[in-house]
T-cell receptor, first 109, second 115 residues
Framework: GQNIDQPTEMTATEGAIVQINCTYQ??????LFWYQQHAGEAPTFLSY??LDGLEEKGRFSSFLSRSKGYSYLLLKELQMKDSASYLC??????????WGAGTKLIIKP | ETGVTQTPRHLVMGMTNKKSLKCEQH?????MYWYKQSAKKPLELMFV???????ENNSVPSRFSPECPNSSHLFLHLHTLQPEDSALYLC??????????????FGAGSRLTVL
């Protein structure tokens, strides 16, 4: 079956770096998405990876290894506003999104 | 108004009530979606519309009935719901329903409580 695994919850300190991992198993693969969702708000798009490697966007970077079925989201210089849930989703060969349950990130001062 | 707007933001209903959720997108997108979000569970895709035609229905119970009168509006009609239907219902839109790099723009959701 198709499946996404990501940690349920993580805690990090303001100003530090945190890495949120995501492993996926899908029938075919058309890319890996990360979304951010603050409590009570809409999920918002962060990144899309379809080729192996690291994509950097300011404080946020996303990595993909297709051979390992693995991705991570790296957040640097953490700020209190980064406290949110981070959703990983892989797109299968039919362009269907397979979602993880999300990782709740708690930032402490 | 910009983006994707959902109303109402909160809804409490009894199991015998009939209500509707509304979604409107101002992005000129061709595809619209309904998702169900329950605590600590992955997003569940319920319905997909492309250019006002339903292209996917993921075996959703008939007590949920979608309607897409035009490419900017999407409704979810609710009747005879069960307490386990209590969840956050998210509407989303995208340029095309089936393509790589298909970025979804979500609304803030309608929080539904069924008593």
């Amino acid at each position: 079956g198709q499946n996404i695994d990501q940690p349920t919850e993580m805690t990090a300190t303001e100003g530090a770096i945190v890495q949120i991992n995501c492993t996926y198993q899908t029938s075919g693969f058309n890319g890996l998405f990360w979304y951010q969702q603050h409590a009570g708000e809409a999920p918002t798009f962060l990144s899309y990876n379809v080729l192996d490697g690291l994509e950097e966007k300011g404080r946020f970077s996303s990595f993909l290894s297709r051979s390992k079925g693995y991705s991570y989201l790296l957040l640097k210089e953490l700020q209190m506003k980064d406290s949110a849930s981070y959703l990983c989703a892989a797109m299968d060969s039919n362009y269907q999104l397979i979602w993880g349950a999300g990782t709740k990130l708690i930032i402490k001062p | 108004e910009t983006g994707v707007t959902q109303t109402p933001r909160h809804l409490v209903m009894g199991m015998t009530n009939k209500k509707s959720l509304k979604c409107e997108q101002h992005l000129g997108h061709n595809a619209m979606y309904w998702y169900k979000q329950s605590a600590k569970k992955p997003l569940e895709l319920m319905f997909v519309y492309s250019l006002e035609e339903r292209v996917e229905n993921n075996s959703v119970p008939s007590r949920f009935s979608p309607e897409c009168p035009n490419s900017s509006h999407l409704f979810l009609h609710l009747h005879t719901l069960q307490p386990e239907d209590s969840a956050l219902y998210l509407c989303a839109s995208s340029q095309e329903p089936a393509s790589g790099a298909n970025v979804l723009t979500f609304g803030a959701g309608s929080r539904l409580t069924v008593l």
